[in-house]
């Protein structure tokens, strides 16, 4: 038997309760909640874009805190959208402009947002889809879960696999088989356990990327019969000059829907994928609440970029237009955000690595291109002057503030759009002469520096592992699971 002397032991009880008054004391610093969700256009309930979305769970997280209305990515595809969001550069700094464009290489460690939190006294956990295809780097987390897949089956009642490279049907397994889940677990895991510094834990749902393939039973929330398409207008290319037109690429997604007949089977689909990633979202969101962190936690959740089904003959995402740039941004920050808060400025995602800096006492980086939007959670309606900048590929610009959109192609092609007007931009009045001195003052937030494109797949690839390109996929994450 182990002996112990008296006074040691005695020290080591004083220590190991010093330890555990330090994990309740409400002086130290927050600890943040990250929630990545890929693929998640504004199809969110209380953002009023389709009436017929089912997202419960965000719609209370955002009644805690503040929802942004009016909240773009960086870049519309996953890899340079999160590559961006992570490390405070933007995609014309870097030359991330696009999947299979590798993003280690050109950003450091000393750069990246969980490199911060670490640096800081955290500990920072991860799992699932944090950066495009699951890609983290060693010595920039404490510990990083990459849930397993595999086993999943299409339901009986599926016909295939989808339309094309749109990958939908419905799965005969329950919750706990699909790779979200798990990433819940493990977060769940780590929102019970005591830690003895504050935690900073990012949670990637990798739905509702595609396939739209989750349990049927969120399939049947939206019954067939009752799907309505999107509102569109099918010239609505008509007035869209050739870059655009290049982005939309109506002959090919577009043009297979319509030939099969299944496009309200897709939009169905998607808000099944929808509803399944909002029961997540609602695991973990208890998980926080029933542990001891509730009142001490930070909590944002952000989607990576929009997503089109059919608008403007364009499907996915990889346009410069609304449905493929708005996504979900909710903020719960204990102290200042209020609850019920509505905030309709222009924000982009370059904003929340330096508000969460802010919010922990962390200083922001010089490199970080993005301010603090921490005006924003205290007061919504508070004055703000910065537009959102999204960017796809290099020198191709949207800019968005709260009621205008200007597009500018590298080619100098333009689109201009007046969203209080004209909610779903149809009409393009980039050419209506009237409109000049709103050009000429968006055209200020353009990027000075446009960085060449990277090579695609150059060296090692995004999971550290030479992929091929697959021709015409578009993304390299989108595979047809099952
Ligand atoms: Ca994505
Ligand atoms: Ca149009």
């Not at 490199?115 to 510990?143: C, M, P």
């Not at 609440?289 to 990889?318: A, M």
């Not at 703000?384 to 205008?404: F, V």
């Amino acid at each position: 038997m182990l002996y112990v002397p008296c006074r040691i032991f005695f020290i080591i009880l004083f220590v190991a309760a010093g330890n555990a008054l330090a994990a309740e004391t409400p002086s130290r610093k927050p600890n943040v909640l990250f929630i990545a969700v890929d693929d998640l256009n504004h199809w969110v309930g209380h953002l009023g874009r389709n009436p017929q979305t089912r997202t419960p769970n965000i719609d209370r997280l955002a009644a805690r805190g503040v929802s942004f209305a009016n909240a773009h990515c960086a870049a519309p595809s996953c890899n340079p959208s999160r590559a961006a969001l992570m490390s405070g550069l933007r995609p014309s700094t870097t030359g991330v402009y696009d999947n299979g464009q590798a993003w280690q290489p050109v950003i450091g460690q000393d750069k990246t947002l969980t490199t911060q939190f670490l640096a800081a006294g955290y500990n920072v956990f991860g799992t699932g889809k944090i950066y495009h295809g699951s890609a983290h780097r060693d010595g920039e987390w404490t510990d990083y879960h990459n849930p397993r897949g595999g086993g999943l089956r299409r339901h009986p009642s599926a016909k295939n696999d989808g339309v094309g490279g749109i990958k939908f049907s419905p799965l005969a397994n329950d919750d706990d088989a699909m790779p979200d889940y798990k990433a819940v677990d493990y977060a769940i895991g780590k929102l019970n356990a005591a830690h003895d510094k504050p935690f900073f834990l990012a949670v990637g749902l990798v739905k509702p990327h595609m396939p739209w393939s989750v349990p049927k039973k969120y399939f049947d929330m939206f019954p067939l019969e009752r799907i309505e398409l999107p509102p569109h207008r099918a010239d609505d290319l008509a007035d869209i000059p050739p870059a655009g037109r290049r982005m939309a690429k109506p002959e090919g997604d577009h043009a297979r829907m319509l030939a099969s007949g299944r496009w309200k089977e897709a939009v169905q689909a998607y808000l099944a994928t929808i509803a399944f990633a909002d029961a997540m979202i609602g695991r973990l969101i208890d998980g926080l609440d029933k542990s001891p962190h509730r009142d001490n936690t930070i909590i944002v959740l952000w989607g990576d970029h929009g997503w089109h089904l059919g608008e403007k003959e364009h499907w996915r995402k990889f346009a410069l237009w609304e449905e493929a740039t708005r996504s979900p941004l909710v903020w719960v920050a204990p102290g200042v955000t209020k609850a019920g808060g509505i905030c309709k400025r222009p924000v982009d995602f370059m904003t929340i690595y330096p508000t969460l800096c802010d919010l922990c006492g962390i200083a922001t980086p010089a490199h970080v291109e993005g301010p603090s939007i921490r005006q924003l959670l205290a007061d919504p309606q508070a004055k703000w002057d910065r537009p959102a900048l999204t960017t796809y590929h290099q020198n191709n610009h949207s800019i968005r503030d709260e009621r205008w959109r200007y597009i500018r192609y590298a080619n100098g092609d333009e689109e201009l759009y007046d969203h209080e007007a004209d909610p779903y931009g149809w009409k393009n009045v980039a050419a209506q002469g009237q409109f000049d001195a709103v050009k000429a003052r968006l055209a200020k937030s353009i990027p000075q520096v446009n960085h060449e494109e990277l090579p695609r797949n150059a060296g090692r690839a995004q999971s550290g592992k030479p992929r091929p390109r697959r021709q015409g996929a578009g993304d390299q994450n989108e595979r047809a699971v099952p």
